[in-house]
């Protein structure tokens, strides 16, 4: 690989070991939301799917380590990333996820021909799953950021992903969203708009916190009402992971229970 | 009392005897949906709150019997149910309650001067609660129904309701809803529009199963992104109810910890 240095970059573990992830070393590094959004995949899916805004593939590697008849294509658009996926991809470790795993250096937010020239045909893929970055610098936001970050997303980033997330998807194919809270309006109005029935999961750190996070799962064309799912908590009071989340974020379980 | 005979009424007993209620004996009975959105009023609270669409006043009485600082008017469009609200303040059970509990026969969905002068001035209330009645049809509405209705509530019915309790409560002044999760959409629009920041809580049977209602609160004018709190689950595995959901029911707790 070109660029940087091996110090640059490190090799880490997830699913107990089950796959291996290059990341560089600075910058947003993927762990439990990348987990728990892999998760939102039924663990019998077989087909295509697309990891939108893939990174360095950490939730397309996770889909690809639970649920043996996926295929994947991990979608970004940074050299670099696109770089550490495919590096990820040549490790010994990974080998029998790999053949199943290719990596498409595309921008989620291209739209008409742009977006089919760059690879990202119309309802060529199964299933979609995102984890939006824009998740990633409000971690130490202020309640007046995290405003500000929702109303970009209103104002179109998040209407743009999801616009190309239904339009590569077949009929009846699946989308899973992780989010913040604070998204979570805009999140089901761009999701109603385009896809069908929803189900949330709201993520929560101990069982007596707000919700950190939000997992939605739609399906293209379906016609139900909104269901909201028990939570996922991640924590006990001692700050110990609970089993089932264990489960989930180790690729043994599934969020929504299929 | 004129109209139908005393046979055509009950008196139901709530909050472990603490207040008692008169309704028809036909038709929606209040239960536990009014005793869970009484709950979401802060235990502090003082001033005066608007039970929208009160029936026989089975929510506005629970705040009074939790909260002894609040005065309560109930605001019911039906001659019957007001009448039925008018008769539980007589009730010598209630005489500790009626005192600071008031019956407004109105429209909720009046609008402009016509909503002034039905006895809804602006700014005239420090929190307004609603149960919206198009709960109780939906009780065995299919999915498609279950649609319908939230269309309809889309299309301006919930949004009547919502443009009222905004007009009438004051800056900083509160809203309570419960609906079903189906509306949670259309609610937080409308919510988001006319109030400020607001707050979930998912209301699932059991801890395993999907959310059967949503209760929403939200400050008018505050500025913060939406949280999702900790569900409230009613019942254990064998269908016996909790005690963190006996204690809100049955006015000992707070829905949101206040």
Do not use: Y
């Not at 980033?157 to 998807?169: H, K, M, N, Q, S």
């Not at 385009?194 to 750190?205: D, K, M, Q």
Request: proline share 7%; hydrophobic share 50%; glycine share 10%.
């Amino acid at each position: 690989m070109t660029g940087p240095g091996a110090k640059d970059f490190t090799i880490d573990s997830f699913h107990r070991g089950r796959f291996r992830l290059v990341q560089p070393s600075r910058g947003h590094r993927a762990g439990m939301d990348a987990m728990i959004l892999a998760a939102a995949v039924p663990g019998s899916f077989s087909g295509w799917l697309a990891d939108l805004g893939a990174g360095a593939g950490a939730a397309g590697l996770a889909v690809a380590s639970r649920c043996s008849q996926a295929r994947i294509r991990l979608v970004e658009r940074s050299p670099q990333m696109a770089e550490c996926a495919r590096r990820g991809l040549t490790l010994p470790e990974n080998r029998e996820l790999a053949g199943r795993v290719d990596v498409l250096e595309a921008d989620v937010t291209l739209s008409g021909r742009a977006r089919v020239e760059a690879g990202l045909a119309d309802r060529s893929f199964d299933f979609a799953i995102m984890n939006p970055p824009f998740n990633a610098p409000a971690d130490r936001a202020t309640p007046d950021e995290l405003k500000r970050l929702a109303h970009v997303m209103e104002d179109g980033l998040l209407e743009g992903w999801l616009r190309t997330a239904a339009a590569i998807v077949v009929p009846r194919g699946g989308l899973a969203v992780i989010a913040r809270p604070a998204l979570l309006h805009a999140l089901i109005s761009a999701i109603g708009a385009r896809f069908g029935s929803a189900a949330l999961i709201p993520v929560h750190p101990r069982a007596d916190a707000p919700a950190i996070r939000i997992v939605v799962r739609a399906w293209r064309g379906a016609r139900r009402a909104l269901e909201i799912h028990p939570p996922l908590v991640l924590h006990d009071e001692a700050g110990k992971l609970l089993p089932q989340a264990d489960a989930i974020i180790n690729g043994r379980a599934s969020l929504f229970g299929d």
